[in-house]
């Protein structure tokens, strides 16, 4: 890679470390990192299959309490970064090199964990230094360390991306090129179940007796390869406004009666 190249990806990278603990514009987002590698490196394409199959992931992933979520910007960032390595060897297999950082992903995550508690430990005494800036009323003094508090999130992602930038793409393609057909094999089935959990475990959150049908519409509608992608967005779309129209209007019969507000709970209730 170019030295262009890395410094983008490198800002990327910060960027996405900060965003894991700003949570604003998203950019830890794997759909939002991946594609901006893959973009920053000349695999758009790539870069977009890549985040949407990691996305799928991601959507079960929520922070509880004092349960940290595994870290998405970290996953998302360093497994681009291998696919885009991969393919720049140039004799790598498209699919072989998507499957791997996704299968790849899941370890990157768990380790992003214990970057996050150790810049979380370096950050406790920068709470008593705005502390002590706050009791003198020194305002420009807080707003540097909580600064420097944030850039120490970007910092972690940051480093472990410029040291996987410096890998050579021949060594990557290399070792994804040795990999037996059964390994290579069952990391694309592995990958391809791994987003599928993920996305169970967002309809487990989500599934509710009102919620069901338009899932099984859905599923189906998913099915008719006629449909392209476009057409399933706009169809979700209209049954999602058919929905709220049909909610605001829930109970509201002529006879009177009133209801619970949702009109397929009703009916569900009545059987």
Same mark, same amino acid.
Not at 1 to 14: E, K, P, Q, R, Y
């Given at each position: 890679?170019?030295?262009?190249?890395?410094?983008?990806?490198?800002?990327? =990278?910060?960027?996405?470390?900060?965003?894991?603990?700003?949570?604003?514009?998203?950019?830890?987002?794997?759909?939002?990192?991946?594609?901006?590698?893959?973009?920053?490196?000349?695999?758009?394409?790539?870069?977009?299959?890549?985040?949407?199959?990691?996305?799928?992931?991601?959507?079960?992933?929520?922070?509880?309490?004092?349960?940290?979520?595994?870290? =998405?910007?970290?996953?998302?960032?360093?497994?681009?970064?291998?696919?885009?390595?991969?393919?720049?060897?140039?004799?790598?297999?498209?699919?072989?090199?998507?499957?791997?950082?996704?299968?790849?992903?899941?370890?990157?995550?768990?380790?992003?964990?214990?970057?996050?508690?150790?810049?979380?430990?370096?950050?406790?005494?920068?709470?008593?230094?705005?502390?002590?800036?706050?009791?003198?009323?020194?305002?420009?003094?807080?707003?540097?360390?909580?600064?420097?508090?944030?850039?120490?999130?970007?910092?972690?992602?940051?480093?472990?991306?410029?040291?996987?930038?410096?890998?050579?793409?021949?060594?990557?393609?290399?070792?994804?090129?040795?990999?037996?057909?059964?390994?290579?094999?069952?990391?694309?089935?592995?990958?391809?179940?791994?987003?599928?959990?993920?996305?169970?475990?967002?309809?487990?959150?989500?599934?509710?007796?009102?919620?069901?049908?338009?899932?099984?519409?859905?599923?189906?509608?998913?099915?008719?390869?006629?449909?392209?992608?476009?057409?399933?967005?706009?169809?979700?779309?209209?049954?999602?406004?058919?929905?709220?129209?049909?909610?605001?209007?829930?109970?509201?019969?002529?006879?009177?009666?009133?209801?619970?507000?949702?009109?397929?709970?009703?009916?569900?209730?009545?059987?």
């Amino acid at each position: 890679m170019s030295a262009i190249t890395i410094m983008l990806i490198i800002l990327v =990278a910060l960027l996405a470390g900060m965003e894991g603990i700003l949570d604003e514009f998203q950019f830890h987002q794997p759909l939002v990192a991946c594609t901006l590698i893959g973009l920053v490196s000349g695999h758009l394409s790539e870069g977009i299959v890549l985040g949407g199959s990691l996305q799928m992931i991601a959507l079960g992933w929520a922070n509880v309490g004092a349960a940290v979520a595994p870290d =998405a910007a970290l996953a998302s960032v360093a497994s681009a970064i291998i696919m885009v390595l991969g393919l720049n060897g140039g004799t790598v297999n498209t699919q072989t090199a998507i499957s791997t950082s996704i299968a790849v992903a899941i370890p990157l995550s768990v380790a992003g964990l214990f970057l996050t508690m150790i810049c979380r430990t370096i950050a406790i005494p920068l709470v008593h230094l705005m502390d002590g800036a706050a009791e003198k009323g020194d305002f420009r003094k807080i707003e540097i360390y909580q600064i420097l508090g944030i850039l120490l999130q970007g910092v972690r992602i940051a480093v472990p991306a410029a040291a996987l930038c410096i890998v050579p793409a021949e060594s990557v393609t290399s070792v994804l090129n040795q990999m037996p057909a059964w390994l290579s094999g069952g990391m694309t089935v592995g990958g391809g179940m791994v987003a599928a959990v993920g996305y169970a475990m967002v309809i487990n959150m989500m599934s509710t007796k009102e919620t069901w049908p338009f899932f099984a519409i859905g599923f189906v509608l998913a099915a008719l390869s006629e449909l392209t992608l476009i057409a399933l967005g706009a169809l979700g779309v209209a049954i999602a406004l058919i929905y709220l129209g049909l909610k605001e209007n829930g109970g509201s019969g002529n006879g009177g009666s009133t209801g619970s507000g949702d009109p397929l709970g009703d009916i569900l209730n009545d059987y």
